[in-house]
């Protein structure tokens, strides 16, 4: 199973450009990488997947390497309302028990 | 609205006490799960299940059960066999076609 490893946390300013990095060394070929966001008291929610290279849509960015190793979540011109915990995932689909989550990454926004 | 809801939001159990956790799902997903959060730590498959009747052991089943008889429903007993069950569960869902999960909102488990 690939294991995933992030920061535990990180402050960032409103307006500012901020960048998380996963690292799941031991990736699977046909796994795929997902975040999620997550806010106190509710269930994460998905925010972009990609399988390599990069990944936009209109709230982030994923870029992955040609390797594969890791992953670096972009989120662009971050808000208060971007302060939460940001999940890495690694796995298959249509295999439950082959999804690992990350600890996650706390993201502070500070005004 | 569709989407997946937990209840209760907040649940104590007794000492030796078995205790019921609801999911229910209207997206017409086939695969559920059951998660577990600890602090500090990251989510942890408890249970899956693929189809109706049908489910999985993840990497932490010891004190848990499970049932899967309608689509829409997916419910996590903790029984008293699990020694440690305070924590935040969370119930997912996924289509076969999608790639991703939808979370519900969350139990917290306390032990009295």
């Known amino acids: 199973l690939a294991k995933t490893t992030q920061p535990i946390s990180m402050d960032s300013y409103e307006g500012q450009e901020v960048n998380i990095t996963c690292s799941h060394n031991n990736i699977a070929t046909n796994d795929y990488i997902t975040w999620y966001q997550r806010f106190p008291s509710q269930g994460p929610r998905f925010i972009i997947q990609g399988y390599k290279t990069k990944v936009t849509n209109e709230v982030a960015s994923l870029f992955i390497p040609a390797d594969r190793k890791s992953s670096t979540l972009s989120l662009p011109r971050v808000s208060l309302s971007d302060t939460a915990v940001y999940y890495c995932?690694?796995?298959?689909w249509g295999y439950g028990n082959k999804l690992v989550f990350g600890a996650g990454t706390i993201l502070r926004v500070k005004s | 609205d569709g989407g997946i809801t937990q209840s209760p939001k907040y649940l104590f159990r007794k000492e030796g006490q078995n205790v019921t956790l609801s999911c229910e799902q209207n997206?017409?997903?086939?695969?559920m799960y059951w998660y577990r959060q600890d602090p500090g730590q990251g989510l942890r498959l408890i249970y899956y299940?693929?189809?109706?009747?049908?489910?999985q052991k993840g990497d932490i089943a010891e004190g848990y059960s499970v049932s899967r008889e309608k689509k829409e429903s997916f419910p996590l007993t903790v029984t008293s066999a699990q020694k440690n069950p305070t924590a935040f569960y969370l119930c997912?869902?996924?289509?076969?076609?999608?790639?991703?999960?939808?979370f519900g909102s969350g139990t917290q488990l306390s032990v009295l």
């Open positions: 299940s693929q189809i109706v009747n049908d489910f």
């Open positions: 997206l017409n997903h086939d695969a």
């Open positions: 997912a869902s996924s289509s076969t076609s999608a790639e991703k999960l939808f």
């Open positions: 995932l690694v796995g298959q």
